[in-house]
Every structure is written in structure tokens, then in C-alpha cells.
Nanobody, 125 residues
């Protein structure tokens, strides 16, 4: 089992940048596919990006390609999301999640086993 804690959210103007972090407890962080999801008010939780256990493979939703970068440091048990060129439509609560199922291409939240509590990202226009 792994516990996840996100940080780094905040208020930023459109065009700005933020870096989210997700600290994981336990010794098995490197075994998990990790992902970032987001949920805006009144909307369903949506997939943003994911990364394989060793960081070799990544996958992004089209709306963030070229702007967001996912990475991980297994030695520090930490997942990152660098968000550049932020837009008002990126405003949401961002969640990190861990999957035991082994595929970086899973976009369904139901295929992720562990979740953080979320961190709010607000982009003003």
C-alpha cells in the first residue's frame, strides 16, 4: 500500500507556471505506474498524464501536450508535474494516483488503486 500527498498548487495568471509534487510513502513507489488527474467543479475527474515505473514511458491527454511534463524520482519517492503556459481551463483540483496494473496507457480513474487528497490549481485570465 502507498500513501500519496500532493503539494504545489496555487493561484497563477494565465501563461504562468506551477510545479506540483506528490510525495509517496512506503518502499514500493517504484513498482507503480503513476498518474495525474484533475477535476473541475461540476465535471468528472479526468486523466491528465501518466508515467511508467522507471520513467521511460509517458502519456498525455491532448489538451496538455507540449505544456505539461510528468516526471518521477524513485530515489525520493516523488512524482512531479511541471505545468507551463497555463490556461484558465486548467483550473481544477489535481490528484496524483498510483496503479498496480502496469500500463501507462490507462486513462480510467477506476484502474488506479491509490489516490492523494488533491491540490487546487487556479489559473486567472
Amino acid at each position: 500500500q502507498v500513501q500519496l500527498v500532493e503539494s504545489g498548487g496555487g493561484l497563477v495568471q494565465a501563461g504562468g507556471s506551477l510545479r506540483l509534487s506528490c510525495a509517496a510513502s512506503g518502499r514500493t513507489f517504484s513498482r507503480y505506474v503513476m498518474g495525474w488527474f484533475r477535476q473541475a467543479p461540476g465535471k468528472e475527474r479526468e486523466f491528465v498524464t501518466s508515467i511508467s515505473w522507471n520513467g521511460g514511458n509517458t502519456y498525455y491527454v491532448d489538451s496538455v501536450k507540449g505544456r505539461f511534463t510528468i516526471s518521477r524520482d524513485n530515489a525520493k519517492n516523488t512524482l512531479y508535474l511541471q505545468m507551463n503556459s497555463l490556461k484558465p481551463e486548467d483550473t481544477a483540483v489535481y490528484y496524483c494516483a498510483a496503479s498496480t496494473r502496469g500500463s501507462v496507457y490507462y486513462r480510467d480513474p477506476g484502474l488506479y488503486d491509490y489516490w492523494g487528497q488533491g491540490t487546487q490549481v487556479t489559473v486567472s485570465s
